[in-house]
């Protein structure tokens, strides 16, 4: 398996992340601010300490995105029913800045609003979109409820963050 390995000296952490095809491998001490590696012109952050989440994956991203969103929500399918027992406030109707929650039956995915034409009509921010394990605008606009998606919710920011 081609991975990038991460080693930290003083926590004897190691973490594995697929990237594309290429192999990568390391040892770095744990600075105060991110380690981030370049994979040609992506950028992907490999530590970020206010991010639980698996780097690389949606759910790495939309925290990224929205540093908001709790920390332990679980799959990107269990989100909006974890923001909601939160307190959060879930609907069906896309805004910018607000992380979008697909439940396809099994791990879902999750990104960030970042334009809206119309309820069928957004873009978003995300990772882990066909493997590409960096953030980014994958799709320019699409219709977030295609059947093939699952179903959509979208979980809004708390009210002092601007919508």
Partial sequence: MKSIQILFATTCFLACIKLNTS???GTYNLPQEN?????ASNSLP???????YPTGQCTWGAKA????????WGNAGQWASSAQSQGFTIG????????ACWQDGSYGHVAV????????????EESNYN???YIAN???????????LGSVSYIYPPNNIKD
């Fill in 23 to 25: 192999v990568h491998a």
């Fill in 35 to 39: 380690i981030s590696t370049t994979e």
């Fill in 46 to 52: 490999i530590v970020n300490q206010t991010n639980s």
């Fill in 65 to 72: 995105l929205a540093p908001w969103a709790g920390s332990y």
């Fill in 92 to 99: 069906d109707i896309p805004k910018v800045g607000a992380i």
């Fill in 113 to 124: 609003v970042v334009a809206v034409d119309t309820d069928e009509r957004i873009q978003v």
């Fill in 131 to 133: 493997n590409n394990l």
């Fill in 138 to 148: 994958f799709r320019g606009w699409f219709n977030p409820k295609a059947y093939y």
